[in-house]
């Protein structure tokens, strides 16, 4: 586990977040522990990927990897340091009781870790939410760098 420094609670979700508008699609964060991080999402007709009836179901993955991401954000907030990006290496064992997300629900996005050793590589146990309903599971695999732009111009 590591040492972590809480932010004061709930908290915007962007300055965490290695995303700037419209991609910063997790509103805020409500709850952060040594090991998990709890997020919202507010679902309305203006939020990306939106479609007619609502966000499609698999928006939720998204959803999740920016809930670890913000996780990493207050991490690296906490030791210092600025907010690096990271990579979604794979998302599994996903399972959805829906088809999307309603307008009008207020998500919440649980994500807890499972292993995070120091070589980047993450993978983290995450739910979505809604008024006790789990709508959305998820083993989800990340990938952070220790110099993410190095690692890119490298190429993957």
């Given at each position: 586990?590591?040492?972590?420094?809480?932010?004061?609670?709930?908290?915007?979700?962007?300055?965490?977040?290695?995303?700037?508008?419209?991609?910063?699609?997790?509103?805020?964060i409500v709850?952060?522990?040594?090991?998990?991080?709890?997020?919202?999402?507010?679902?309305?007709?203006?939020?990306?990927?939106?479609?007619?009836?609502?966000?499609?179901?698999?928006?939720?993955?998204?959803?999740?990897?920016?809930?670890?991401?913000?996780f990493?954000?207050?991490?690296?907030?906490?030791?210092?340091?600025?907010?690096?990006?990271?990579?979604?290496?794979?998302?599994?064992?996903v399972?959805?009781?829906?088809?999307?997300?309603?307008?009008?629900?207020?998500?919440?996005?649980?994500?807890?870790?499972?292993?995070?050793?120091?070589?980047?590589?993450?993978?983290?146990?995450?739910?979505?939410?809604?008024?006790?309903?789990?709508?959305?599971?998820?083993?989800?695999n990340?990938?952070?760098?220790?110099?993410?732009?190095?690692?890119?111009?490298?190429?993957?």
């Amino acid at each position: 586990m590591h040492a972590i420094s809480i932010p004061e609670l709930p908290c915007a979700a962007e300055p965490y977040l290695p995303h700037d508008a419209p991609m910063a699609l997790i509103d805020e964060i409500v709850s952060v522990s040594e090991g998990s991080l709890e997020a919202v999402v507010a679902i309305h007709p203006a939020c990306q990927f939106a479609a007619q009836d609502g966000v499609p179901v698999w928006v939720g993955v998204e959803y999740m990897a920016q809930g670890i991401a913000a996780f990493g954000g207050v991490l690296a907030r906490s030791r210092g340091e600025p907010v690096k990006i990271g990579f979604l290496v794979s998302a599994r064992r996903v399972s959805c009781a829906v088809d999307s997300f309603n307008f009008g629900d207020r998500l919440r996005v649980v994500v807890q870790e499972v292993h995070m050793p120091d070589d980047g590589l993450a993978t983290f146990d995450c739910r979505i939410v809604q008024d006790g309903d789990e709508l959305m599971t998820a083993r989800i695999n990340v990938y952070q760098p220790a110099d993410p732009i190095k690692y890119l111009e490298q190429g993957l």
